[in-house]
C-alpha cells in the first residue's frame, strides 16, 4: 500500500522539486500540492493524506503554527533552508527534517524511514491483542551492606562506568555491581532501551531526542550512531513522544 503524500511549500521550485521525488518514489503516492497552510487545510478536511512534505517559513501561518492547529495531524517531515526550527520540529513529532536544497539521496533516505515507520504501524494494528503481564514493579540491590529496593517507575537511566552501575532515580544514584548486560535481560524491555554502551534508559522519562542525544532530566545521554533509527522508531511506535498542542 502507498503512502498518501501531500507537499506544501510557498515557493513553486522548491514545491515542484519535492513532488517530483515523491513521484519518483515506487512507494509514495503524489495526492497533491499546496502554497500554502490555508490551502492545505483544505485539503486535509477532503482527503486522507498519510506524509506531510512541509516547509517551515511560509507567508501568514508557518508550518510550525500550521501543525499545532491541527487537532489529529498526519505524520510531517518538515522541509525548510533553515536548521534553527529543528527542535522544534522534532517536539511535534517529525519524522525528519530536511535541510534545502535537498538532494534526492536525503529525501530517499527520509522516505524509507517513513515507510518503516508505517509499516510498523501497521503491524501494530495486526498483531492479536496479548493479555497484559504483570511482573514485578520493583527490584533489590547490594548497595553499601545494604538490600534497597528500587521502584522501576522511579528510575531516569542506568549509567556504566567501568566495573560499576550507577542507578539514576527521581530521589537519588545507587552504585551497584550489577551488569548493564544483566539488567538489560531481566528489565522489561517495553519499558527500557539500552541507547548506548554506557547507558540503558526509561523509555518513558525520555524528554527530548536532539541529533545524537537523548534528554532526561536535564541530562544529555548519548544515542549509539548504529541504534539511532531503531531508537526514534521505538518512541515514536511506542507513543511516547505526546503532543502540547
Not at 498518501?4 to 497533491?32: M, N
Not at 534553527?84 to 517536539?91: K, T
Request: hydrophobic content about 40%; charged content about 30%; proline content about 5%.
Amino acid at each position: 500500500m502507498k503512502i498518501k503524500c501531500l507537499v506544501v511549500d510557498d515557493e513553486p521550485v522548491a514545491r515542484k522539486g519535492i513532488a517530483r521525488y515523491v513521484e519518483q518514489t515506487p512507494f509514495l503516492s503524489l495526492e497533491g500540492t499546496c502554497k500554502s497552510a490555508v490551502e492545505a487545510n483544505d485539503m486535509l478536511h477532503r482527503e486522507k493524506i498519510d506524509l506531510l512534505f512541509l516547509d517551515i517559513q511560509m507567508p501568514d501561518l508557518t508550518g510550525i503554527e500550521f501543525m499545532r492547529s491541527l487537532e489529529n495531524p498526519p505524520t510531517v517531515i518538515f522541509t525548510t533552508a533553515y536548521r534553527d526550527y529543528a527542535i522544534e520540529g522534532f517536539e511535534l513529532n517529525a519524522l525528519d527534517y530536511l535541510v534545502k536544497p535537498i538532494s534526492f539521496q536525503r529525501f530517499l533516505k527520509a522516505a524509507n524511514k517513513a515507510q518503516s515507520f508505517f509499516e510498523m504501524q501497521r503491524q501494530n494494528l495486526n498483531k492479536p491483542a496479548e493479555a497484559p503481564t504483570t511482573g514485578p514493579e520493583y527490584f533489590f540491590i547490594k548497595s553499601d551492606g545494604q538490600f534497597i529496593k528500587i521502584k522501576l517507575a522511579d528510575v531516569l537511566y542506568f549509567e556504566s562506568e567501568k566495573d560499576y552501575v550507577f542507578i539514576h532515580t527521581e530521589q537519588k544514584r545507587y552504585l551497584t555491581l550489577l551488569s548493564l548486560k544483566q539488567l538489560e535481560k531481566e528489565l522489561p524491555p517495553e519499558r527500557f532501551l539500552r541507547v548506548h554502551r554506557s547507558y540503558l534508559v526509561s523509555l518513558e522519562k525520555v524528554e527530548l531526542v536532539e541529533g545524537n542525544n537523548l534528554l532526561i532530566k536535564g541530562k544529555q545521554i548519548p544515542v549509539s550512531r548504529s541504534l539511532h533509527d531503531t531508537i526514534f522508531n521505538t518512541l515514536i511506535a511506542g507513543r511516547l513522544w505526546k503532543r502540547e498542542l
